[in-house]
């Protein structure tokens, strides 16, 4: 069992930059893989980056790649997601998620997101 808890959510205007955090609780996470998804208003909830356990291999949905940034720092149970040069259109709540089996499809622990505001 993991429990995450996302944080540093909030209102940028274009161009800026945000950094998220999720906290996990538990002695597994560093053997777990994470990821991030992100929902907008309306719409169905989508990948957005994912980390191997190590932080050695990372993925990237097309419409964030060269501008996200995925970390891990696996002696303080926290997965990162940096967020620069941000748009109108990564308004949505942001989620972290436990992959524990490495699949990039069976994620079985998640945060209650945080919310990303991009003004224009």
């Known amino acids: 069992q993991v429990q995450l808890v996302e944080s540093g959510g909030g209102l940028v205007q274009a161009g800026g930059s945000l950094r998220l955090s999720c906290a996990a609780s538990?002695?597994?996470?560093?053997?777990?893989?994470m990821g991030w998804f992100r929902q907008a208003p309306g719409k169905e909830r989508e990948f957005v980056a994912h980390i191997s356990w190590s932080g050695d291999k990372t993925y990237y949905a097309d419409s964030v790649k060269g501008r996200f940034t995925i970390s891990r720092d696996n002696t303080k149970n926290t997965v990162y997601l940096q967020m620069n040069s941000l748009k109108p259109e990564d308004t949505a709540v942001y989620y972290c998620?436990?992959?524990?089996?490495?699949?990039?499809?069976?994620?079985?622990?998640w945060g209650q997101g945080t919310q990303v505001i991009v003004s224009s």
């Open positions: 538990g002695r597994t996470f560093s053997s777990y893989a």
């Open positions: 998620a436990a992959d524990p089996y490495s699949t990039m499809a069976d994620f079985g622990f």
